[in-house]
């Protein structure tokens, strides 16, 4: 499985960005898939997940009520739309898959929010 992410760029404090990772070479609706992100001298951290199996989703508390992660299976993709950005989640955000591990990623998108 390929995961492509997009939709990176910068905006101000307060605005939004959907980030997408569209994924090619597999059955991608067997995939729980996640977004990560990594901010400069940071470890990677988790950031909203959503199962294979029934769609439940789960999110770290930073983001909880300001980001919505969703699936189309039908066109292999999954979203993370992300309002109320606010400077601290400036980072490289990556998309994962797996089944147990994430045995698959994308190459990240850089996402920058100004103050």
């Known amino acids: 499985v390929q995961l492509q992410a997009s939709g990176g760029g910068l905006v101000q404090s307060g605005g939004s960005l959907r980030l997408s990772c569209a994924a090619s070479g597999g059955i991608f609706s067997t995939y729980t898939v996640a977004w990560f992100r990594q901010a400069p001298g940071r470890e990677r951290e988790f950031v909203a997940r959503i199962n294979r199996d029934n769609g439940r989703t789960d999110y770290a508390d930073s983001v909880k009520g300001r980001f919505t992660i969703s699936r189309d299976n039908t066109k292999n993709t999954v979203y993370l739309q992300m309002n109320s950005l606010k400077p601290e989640d400036t980072a490289v955000y990556y998309c994962?898959?797996?089944?147990?591990?994430?045995?698959?990623w994308g190459q990240g998108t850089l996402v920058t929010v100004s103050s």
């Open positions: 994962a898959a797996g089944v147990g591990t994430w045995d698959y």
